[in-house]
């Protein structure tokens, strides 16, 4: 084809295109969102007739969901146009949750509540970075010296475990390949994921999430906002105390796995099969102040089951929705409780194989140590430890 030919193409599909009428602004079923969307037929009677579905509905109490609602209602508030009247700020959070604690597809989400699927995924994206950045501060400040004292009470009084800051761990989430990756968010596993690094306190609440990388837990914590405050000496951790009942001062630290490295403010166990009685004792009484890392992201995966598939969206987006869920979780976990059966089991979140050999320092050794010998102590033991090792 010639130019001129290209030209008067390109003129006859303009012509077809500009006389060609659109047959509705809004297809058929979104048209009845009004009258038979699940935001009319199911969310309000459950809220005006049923507490309890409620709860199990949007994972939270009434109380709870207006008072969020308040809190995000302004971000989220939009001007009606002369094309459309905008989506409430209610409807929208409503939208969000259900598709956080169903695990449902946005597609899902077009027909239930007669949206479309790219408004249904703006939608959620918009409400996740808004109860982010809104609650945030409230949800998951930043420890302070007295809330580090408040941590540590926490885990002597439930795990036995002194001088503890948090449970750190770090978790795979499940997402679909990203297009044009390559083996980028691919792990060791073979399927293709993102990094949640979290600290739990004994509380079941997180205490830091972030580093949503692919590199081990140990280079994810030693990368992250939180270990660099702890290097900077800006996280205003308590200084070293003696242990209860003891003359023998250690440092505040916090507690993980193997796949963590040691230092003056990380615990873990010691490593080896043939462990004398007293390291086998610390390696027991560390476990005990771990599971509540692990018991917090069992909660978390199973009130908000979204976790239980692979993410089907923008890695960035997925960022997004996870980052709001530990936001609600500590949201929901301080004003309506928990359900234990959901801290037996973690659904849909990975453990991760640390590959990397860090050699352990002398100076953080004799701190473990200090605690190793302090467990067997007359003021340190507890009576049913031998016989759980």
């Keep these: 084809m010639d130019a001129v030919q290209v030209f008067l193409f390109a003129a006859k599909g303009y012509l077809y295109l500009k006389k060609r009428k659109r047959r509705t602004w809004v297809h058929q079923i979104n ?5 038979h969307g699940h935001f009319v037929t199911l969310y309000r009677p459950l809220r005006e007739r049923d507490p309890v579905k409620f709860f199990n509905y949007m994972r939270m109490s009434i109380p709870s969901f207006d008072e969020l609602l308040s809190r995000v209602r302004e971000p989220l508030t939009k001007r009606d146009t002369n094309m459309r009247a905008a989506i409430p700020p209610e409807e929208m959070l409503v939208i969000t949750l259900r598709y956080l604690a169903s695990g449902c597809s946005l597609k899902d989400l077009h027909y239930n509540f007669r949206i479309g699927r790219s408004t249904a995924g703006e939608i959620v994206r ?15 400040p930043t420890p302070t010296h007295k ?3 408040e941590i540590a009470a926490g885990f002597w009084e439930r795990a036995n475990f002194p001088n503890c800051l948090g449970a750190v761990d770090g978790k795979h989430v499940r997402i679909v390949k990203p297009q044009q990756s390559g083996s980028l968010h691919q792990n060791y596993k073979h399927f293709f994921s993102i990094r949640l690094l979290a600290v739990a306190d004994a509380n079941y609440s997180f205490v830091y999430v972030g580093s949503y990388g692919k590199d081990s837990d140990s280079t994810l914590f030693r990368n992250s906002t939180l270990w660099n405050e702890i290097e900077s000496g800006s996280l205003n951790i308590p200084r070293p105390a003696p242990l209860p009942g003891s003359d023998v001062a250690v440092p505040y630290a916090f507690v993980g796995d193997k796949a963590f490295g040691l230092s003056t403010h990380l615990l873990r166990p010691y490593s080896g099969t043939h462990l004398n009685v007293k390291k086998r004792v610390f390696n027991y009484r560390l476990s005990r102040a771990r599971r509540y890392v692990e018991c917090t992201f069992g909660i978390l995966s199973n009130k908000w089951r979204i976790f239980h598939r692979p993410f089907d ?5 997925c960022v997004d929705m996870v980052k709001c869920c530990c ?33 352990v320092n002398r100076h953080s050794n004799r ?13 340190g033991q507890v009576p049913w430890q031998l016989g759980s090792i």
């Design 327 to 359: 936001i609600v979780h500590n949201y929901v976990r301080a004003r309506d409780g928990f359900n234990f059966d959901d801290t037996l089991i973690i659904m849909g979140l990975e453990d991760y194989a640390n590959d990397d050999i860090i050699a």
């Design 313 to 317: 969206v923008h890695v960035d987006f």
């Design 367 to 379: 701190f473990r140590d200090a605690l190793s010998n302090y467990f067997i102590s007359n003021a």
């Design 126 to 140: 918009k409400v996740c970075q808004t109860i982010w950045h809104t609650m945030k501060d409230q949800c998951l």
């Design 31 to 35: 048209a009845a969102r009004h009258t």
């Design 147 to 149: 809330a580090c004292v």
